[in-house]
């Protein structure tokens, strides 16, 4: 008898800079024929509305308490029930989430990818493929300081300081100690093909088993 069909799900996970989203990116864009999505845990940051500016930028944005883990799981749990989701969306320049949410219709392939993944039993167990991408500390802290003062119009001192005093030891504390739970670590992130490739393979392996008659594969479409 063939496995009751339900949405395939990937967890992402690395630390700060790691190169997880260019894994997961990669991984769509190989399987973009089909039915697909990323769903990252950066939309589920806390709401903050009801703190100060100051108080927001005080916050320690990677320990486990800082994301709102209960609506991730309830809406991942809808998203495998085929229901659609409003989806939160986080407000970088403002610390804290937007008004706004998106509108996300189920998808055969979910691509759940962020830095604490692994940290959630509850999040574990709906994970049919749990990916850890491990890279060296200096080469994370500089795409960080590439990321946040390019993209989200963060200063450099704040960034470093940001670093040396929470994201850095939250890493050694909370993100290193998951790569137990990965079914495989890639190391180097994005540059990292084979790796890439043989996700790409097992994804539609399990896509076949669970009833999905077209698998596509496709290596040029972008997210």
Known sequence: MSAKKKPVVIGVTGGSGSGKTTVSRKIFNQLADNSIMILQQD??????????????KQVNYDHPLAFDIDLLVAQLKDLLDYKAIE?????????????????????????????????DKRLRDLMDIKVYVDTDDDIRIIRRIQRDNGERGR?????????????????????EPTKRYADIIVPEGGENQVAIDLLTTKIRSI?????????????????
């Open 43 to 56: 939309s589920y940051y806390n709401d903050q509305a009801d703190m100060s500016m100051e108080e927001r």
């Open 207 to 223: 896509l076949v088993k669970r009833g999905n008659k077209h698998v596509a594969n496709n290596t040029d479409s972008t997210i």
């Open 155 to 175: 200063d450099l001192n704040g960034i470093i300081k940001q670093y040396l005093s929470t994201v850095k030891p939250m890493y050694h504390q909370f993100v």
């Open 87 to 119: 989806k939160p969306v986080y407000d970088y320049s403002q610390y804290t989430r937007s008004e706004k949410t998106i509108h996300q219709e189920p998808r055969e392939v979910i691509i759940l990818e962020g830095i604490l993944l692994l940290d």
